[in-house]
């Protein structure tokens, strides 16, 4: 997977620490309520198009660019999903490199280009019903928002609190 200069230069200077990162992605649906997604080079799992926001972008932006880059689609979007973290984003790498994804997640439709994977970040793109997904392997946290992913209405969500203060002396 290629990693952009800037977590290079961070990388550098860190190691492998963990290291919290925002990312986007989009939810593309098609004209059958199918879901795009892209086997991850890496893990071998099935994921919706998305990756890194980079200093200074927009994460709407990154969601269009990262979805463009992995798929070959250019993509319009249509509303916001929901924002994710958590546990079931800290990502363990081959390398070494440990990161938490704080992600904002986006609703979107195909407006031009070719569906075609990148082969560097993944190796298959497709669109996939509810029940065609559950039969292939799939990141923790689409498994965890698999009703939210696949609802027909544009409601959007995100992980209630789970935070309490200490208990007081």
């Known amino acids: 997977m290629a990693i952009s200069d800037y977590l290079r230069s961070v990388r ?3 190691g492998h620490d963990l290291l919290v990162l925002p990312s986007a992605a989009a939810v593309v649906r098609d004209d059958r309520g199918r879901v795009l997604f892209g086997l991850h080079a890496d893990k071998k ?16 932006d990154a969601a269009v660019r990262e979805t463009w880059e992995e798929t070959g689609l250019l993509i319009e979007l249509t509303g916001l ?3 994710v973290g958590g546990p079931d984003l800290v990502i363990h790498y081959d390398n070494g490199d440990v990161a938490s994804y704080v992600g904002t997640i986006f609703r979107a439709r195909a407006v031009g280009g070719e569906l075609e994977a990148d082969g560097s970040e993944t ?3 497709r669109y996939m019903s509810r029940t065609e997904l559950e039969k292939v392997e799939h990141s923790a946290w689409i498994h965890a928002a698999l009703d939210l992913i696949f ?18 002396p």
């Open 12 to 14: 550098a200077k860190v």
């Open 45 to 60: 799992i099935w994921v919706v198009p998305g990756g890194l926001v980079e200093p200074g972008e927009l994460p709407a």
């Open 151 to 168: 609802a027909r209405s544009g409601e959007h969500a995100f992980q209630p609190a789970t935070w309490k203060p200490p208990a007081r």
């Open 81 to 83: 999903l929901g924002v």
């Open 123 to 125: 190796l298959d793109v």
